[in-house]
């Protein structure tokens, strides 16, 4: 079984920064991308972010280019670094893991709460 631990979330003020991280376990872990979603009260998650775990292609949502980027490491790893905060940006914040082509998001983790004040 595969585990994903978001950590790193926090209250910060507008134009501030944050580093998530997303630590996968378990040993039948495989990634074909990884991403970040997030669901702010009262809305639909939507999608933020994904990094195509062998080439490191990366793909962002239109509302956080320029100031989001994805990044993994090189073992089980994935990471938000979040540059210019706003206040709209204040959600909870889920890394998922698709482990094939076409599939679905296989794996969520229990999410992290981002907060920024104006």
């Known amino acids: 079984q595969v585990q994903l631990v978001e950590s790193g979330g926090g209250l910060v003020q507008a134009g501030g920064s944050l580093r998530l991280s997303c630590a996968a376990s378990?040993?039948?872990?495989?990634?074909?991308?990884m991403a970040w979603f997030r669901q702010a009260p009262g809305k639909e998650r939507e999608f933020v972010a994904l990094?195509?775990?062998?080439?490191?292609?990366t793909n962002y949502a239109d509302s956080v280019k320029g100031r989001f980027t994805i990044s993994r490491d090189n073992v089980k790893n994935t990471y938000l670094q979040m540059n210019a905060l706003k206040p709209e940006d204040t959600a909870i914040y889920y890394c998922?893991?698709?482990?094939?082509?076409?599939?679905?998001?296989?794996?969520w983790g229990q999410g992290t709460q981002v907060t920024v004040s104006s």
């Open positions: 998922a893991n698709k482990v094939r082509p076409g599939e679905s998001w296989n794996y």
């Open positions: 378990g040993r039948t872990f495989k990634s074909y991308q």
């Open positions: 990094i195509n775990w062998s080439s490191g292609a």
